[in-house]
């Protein structure tokens, strides 16, 4: 029995809190919750701590009662939300992702969170008042510091630059840290800033036309006040609320005459709080009919989605695909849930918004990696208030705090773009769309022409329903594909055929019809390689263990993998000649060709070096669709959903470079590609046509690709996936090892196998050097693990791998060994 007396020693519930940092931890931390903060925050609610006596802002995955055995938690110094940035949805789907891709939760924060949301920590020099003010004993660069602070007791590095005049000033800090004089300190500060814009309103005074009628008859001075507000009564009956931005911007007026009409209280000037991304009105306008083809896809999956959650919604190209997704997103709007809808890339997105913003109108958002910090955070919260009813957007996107999400669509389900492969965490957005819409019971669409192996092995075993249109829209026929054999042509200088006689009479016959043309090749740049006539010599990166790339309009050579620009060379290094060869030819080569056989014709080129702005992609397709360009040359970036209605004709320049990779998935990739570039002709009118320009032209995946037999296809890959134990029988797991030195690279290699030996060694591969060895000055080697598909031996493969990275780092040799394993891995 507690009585009066022993009441004093009965301790009080002690509560901790698991904190989530935006760091590469091995586990995640715990602190104290001191009794001032205890109900005060809850899960995915954001705290300032201090780790190695830095401040960062973390995330509370759970609170708790169990004290850790093995230390003494510090405090939280405080609480920074009054309620949750994320669900609890949300910290599920980051654990399951750290655990089945092998990384930390605090690198899925890292990659999940905008930048506004982890706090910026600002290092801070505190005056010590044991110092006291003798600074005899200091030098002079010291001196002026200390009595800086002396007088302002706290100094931001900034300052402390300006007080030196210099920007090195860590070495002074140093001194004055040893001697005692000031210590550092971390101060946590918010980047996030409302944006606010100043609204020009009309005093309710003048509201009535009799009032401005005695104002405007009695106006004596300032014609030029008055001249401003006609125009501004104008602007407000024609675009309702007025900025002051716009208001002198379209009135030509100053802002000292606005100013002198708000003195006089005619006009009142009041800063709000704006959005930084504009949105439309909301509406939901459904105004087309479904053939009957889409009508009976939709109700099958409506149908089966009762079954399963997931749907693969298998249809050939331009088969109608996104008004089945239009007329499901509108049911989902009706019921009052979110819509995600993923796309592969950002590029794929422009032309989708504005078929779904006349659908939808506001009730579209878009999200992804090229909105600012401050456009991410809003749209974040919107999301999560469930304001936003639509969220377009790329892999990314799916990190966003959906509040009741009810359906997402996978298109393109098959893109490799979907996985991410640098930093950490090597997710692939797809299959984690499938275990996220899970936590909610919401459905998952996925879609495409070509379905990616793994999600048809699985459609087919039951695990996904499956619907299927056979038919184009209009029962238009797909498009005729005829393959033209390079070896026959032989060219006066023996380069590489560039536009065959049979596809240059093609693009004549269809640009002379009005109608437009797709050339498709997979590499930008004017030339993949030059070569020394007279030894075979080829420039390389000093950087990168690859050839360096041509481009002429930089007049550079550049490498693909670290960016790095070089100057043209022309001498050889090995032989001191100076006649070079470019060999095979880029899109940028192709333009130039282009431009000399038909100079009559407007071309343009669609590539990552072409392509500038946040908008510039958008510009160069709606150029395309307004037909003010013949031909549109490009690599993947014109292949992927993009709906183009009168392209007759589309080119592909060099298919022996597509399936010529040595990689278990290029047959699968190359009837992929080969099937999506096609599908860009004939998607309007009239069946269209497709040259392939190949040397190999016996290939097996080209007798699938001219038959559009993907069921074809499947069943010839799905043997030689089963005969060689690749996925999707099979789960890989990629390690790559990264470092400056070659021979400690290839030690630590050794060493890892040798560790995984004894349990998986049935199923490893290698070590051994990746196709390219050596990337930005790191030296590359590889193991490969095809592991079972058995939930227990994935278990202990994880677990086999982090011990072996532990022991492989407590080897003083091998500590700064990068170990990046890669689950499910694309290349």
């Given amino acids: 029995m507690i009585t009066e007396s022993n009441e004093l020693f009965i301790s009080k519930p002690v509560w901790f809190a698991e904190v989530l940092l935006p760091l590469a931890l091995p586990r995640n931390y715990t602190w104290s919750v001191p009794e001032h903060f205890i109900g005060k925050f809850e899960s995915g609610c954001r705290v300032e701590v201090v780790l190695k006596n830095k401040k960062y802002a973390g995330l509370v995955k759970r609170i708790h009662q169990e004290a850790p055995s093995a230390f003494t938690p510090r405090d939280i110094l405080n609480v920074l939300d009054s309620e949750p940035i994320v669900y609890k949805e949300q910290l599920a789907l980051w654990e399951w992702i750290a655990t089945y891709y092998l990384c930390s939760e605090g690198e ?34 010291e001196f002026m510091v200390a009595e800086a602070l002396l007088i302002k007791k706290q100094l931001k590095l900034p300052e402390v630059q300006q007080v030196l005049d210099a920007s090195h000033v860590y070495p002074v800090i140093k001194r004055l840290i ?20 100043i609204f020009v309103l009309l005093n309710p005074e003048f509201q009535s036309d009799e009032k401005m009628g005695e104002l405007l008859n009695n106006w004596s001075r300032a014609p030029k006040q008055m001249e401003l507000l006609l125009a501004y ?19 030509g007026a100053t802002a000292a005459q606005l100013k ?49 959650n997931v749907c693969l919604l298998h249809g050939v190209t331009s088969s109608g695909k996104t008004e089945i997704y239009i007329r499901l997103i509108a049911e989902m709007i009706a019921s009052g849930k979110q819509v995600l809808y993923m796309l592969p890339e950002i590029a794929l997105t422009a032309q989708i918004i504005r078929r779904l913003q006349k659908h939808f109108g506001g009730n579209i958002v878009i999200y992804h990696s090229k909105f600012n910090q ?97 038919e184009r829209y209009g029962n238009i026929s797909l498009p005729a594909i005829e393959l033209v ?70 007049a550079k050579l550049v490498c693909h993998y670290c960016g790095t620009n070089y100057p043209l060379v022309n001498t050889c290094e090995a032989c001191g000649n100076h006649s070079f060869v470019q060999q095979n030819f880029g899109t940028e080569r192709i333009e130039e060709f282009l431009q000399e056989i038909f100079p009559k014709m407007r071309i343009s080129r669609m590539d990552v070096d072409s392509i500038k702005g946040k908008h510039g992609h958008d510009a160069l397709i709606q150029m395309f669709e307004q037909h003010r360009i013949d031909i549109l040359i490009g690599t993947q970036m014109v292949v992927k959903g993009l709906d183009f209605d009168n392209v007759e004709l589309v080119g592909i320049l060099d298919a022996d470079a597509i399936l010529g990779f040595t990689d278990f998935r290029v047959n699968e990739r190359g009837f992929q590609l080969l099937e999506q570039v096609s599908g860009r002709a004939g998607r309007k009118e009239r069946q269209g046509k497709v040259l392939i320009q190949v040397r190999k032209t016996d290939h097996p995946v080209l007798e699938k690709v001219k038959a559009h037999d993907y069921r074809g296809f499947y069943q010839m ?44 060694g049935r199923y490893l591969m290698g070590p051994a050097q990746p196709i390219v060895p050596k990337i930005r000055n790191l030296y590359l080697m590889e193991i490969m693990l ?26 003083k040799k091998y500590r700064s060994v990068s170990v990046i394993p890669d689950v499910d891995a694309m290349n």
């Fill in 108 to 141: 899925v924060m890292q990659a999940a969170l905008p930048t506004h949301f982890k706090l910026s920590s600002e290092t801070v020099l505190l005056y010590n008042d044991e110092a006291g003010e003798d600074f005899s004993h200091l030098d002079n660069d």
């Fill in 233 to 251: 009564l104008h602007f407000q009956k024609t675009e309702g609320e007025v900025t002051q931005t716009m208001l002198l911007k379209k009135s």
């Fill in 374 to 470: 401050n456009e991410k955070v809003e749209i974040w919260n919107k999301v999560k208030s469930g304001e936003a009813k639509v969220v377009v957007g790329a892999r990314s996107a799916l990190f966003l705090p959906f509040k009741e999400p009810g359906l997402i669509i996978c298109d393109e389900e098959h893109d490799t773009s979907y996985k991410q492969n640098e930093p950490a965490p090597r997710y692939h957005a797809r299959d984690a769309a499938v275990y996220f819409a899970s936590l909610f019971g919401a459905k998952v669409i996925l879609g495409s022409a070509t379905p990616s192996m793994e999600s048809y092995f699985n459609a087919l075993s039951g695990k996904y329903s499956l619907v299927e249109i056979n």
């Fill in 786 to 811: 095809k592991l079972p598909k058995d939930a227990t031996i994935m278990q202990q493969c994880r677990h086999l791998i982090y011990t072996s990275t532990a022991l492989l780092h407590a080897d």
């Fill in 717 to 760: 890959e799905i043997e030689n996936r089963k005969q060689f134990f690749y996925p999707p029988f099979s789960r890989i797991v990629r390690l790559l090892f990264r470092h400056k030195d070659l021979e400690t690279v290839h030690g630590a290699a050794r060493a890892f196998a040798l560790s995984l030996q004894p349990m998986l």
């Fill in 178 to 197: 040893e001697k005692k004089i000031c210590f550092v300190w971390e101060d946590m500060h918010a980047t996030y800033k409302e944006k606010k814009e």
């Fill in 260 to 308: 002198g009409l708000a003195d006089k209280h005619i006009l009142i000037l009041e800063k709000r709080s704006v959005d930084r991304v504009k949105q439309q009105a909301r509406h939901v306008t459904l105004n087309f009919e479904l053939s009957e083809a889409q009508e009976t896809a939709l109700k099958e999956i409506t149908e089966k989605l009762k079954e399963k």
């Fill in 485 to 554: 054999d390079t070896r026959q042509i032989r060219l006066p200088d023996k380069s590489r055929v560039i536009i065959s006689p049979q596809l240059q009479e093609a693009i004549e016959l269809s640009v002379s019809q009005n109608r437009q043309v797709i050339l498709f090749q997979n590499r930008r740049g004017y030339s993949p390689y030059q070569v020394c006539q007279s030894c075979g010599w080829i420039p390389h990166c000093k950087n990168c263990d690859v050839s360096l790339t041509y481009h002429k309009t930089k």
